[in-house]
């Protein structure tokens, strides 16, 4: 298994941008797909972009054109391009991996570990 550890969350304002990174540490990084999940006030996490062992990527609605996943294997990191934030995107972040399986990307049930995330804060 692969453990990561998320940086670069913030305080910004509406219409703001932010870049969260996640490195990774553990063999065949690029074999995992990667997930980026939010927590919401009510504990639930939702997956907001995913990115696939091929490179292929999936977003939930609400963050597509304003989010962009993608990924380095070459560093063991992925990255997630934060543009135009909105006080509904405020939340703890967190960075998943996963080999495929038969679930959905953005359940989170699916990934077995998870990382003390890194809080994102967007003020109106």
């Known amino acids: 298994q692969v453990h990561l550890v998320e940086s670069g969350g913030g305080s910004v304002q509406a219409g703001g941008s932010l870049r969260l990174s996640c490195v990774a540490s553990g063999k065949d990084f690029s074999s995992y797909s990667l997930t980026w999940f939010r927590e919401l006030p009510s504990k639930a996490r939702e997956g907001l972009a995913a990115i696939d062992s091929d490179g292929d990527t999936r977003y939930r609605d609400s963050v597509k054109g304003r989010f962009t996943v993608s990924r380095d294997n070459a560093k063991n990191t992925v990255i997630l391009e934060m543009t135009g934030l909105k006080p509904e995107d405020s939340g703890m972040y967190y960075c998943?991996?996963?080999?495929?399986?038969?679930?959905?990307?953005?359940?989170?049930?699916?990934?077995?570990?998870w990382g003390q995330g890194t809080q994102v804060s967007v003020s109106s």
């Open positions: 998943v991996a996963k080999r495929a399986d038969a679930f959905p990307w953005y359940n989170p049930a699916s990934y077995p570990n």
